[in-house]
């Protein structure tokens, strides 16, 4: 896996890792660039036994990467 950017600027309005909670006011990227050279497009069997967490947060829930329930929330910027 590859990401790069030529760059990027975070306005946060909070940041608190004891609530994992990020709220981002602004967040300005330039120029991304992200490639898989060695994925193989399966996923491996679930241990027998385990289970996926619960998220209670239907906002927080679509996104399948957020498995620990970081609290993640960001203000539209309005175009001038």
Do not use: C
Request: aromatic residues 6%; hydrophobic residues 40%.
């Amino acid at each position: 896996m590859r990401l790069s950017l030529k760059r990027m600027e975070l306005d946060a309005e909070a940041v608190d890792y004891t609530k994992k909670l990020l709220f981002i006011k602004r967040l300005n990227i330039v120029e991304p660039s992200f490639s898989l050279s060695t994925y193989t497009g399966t996923r491996p069997h679930p241990a027998l036994g385990k289970t996926e967490p619960v998220i209670d947060n239907p906002a927080v829930a679509i996104l399948l990467w957020n498995k620990i329930g970081v609290d993640l929330q960001s203000q539209r910027d309005l175009p001038e």
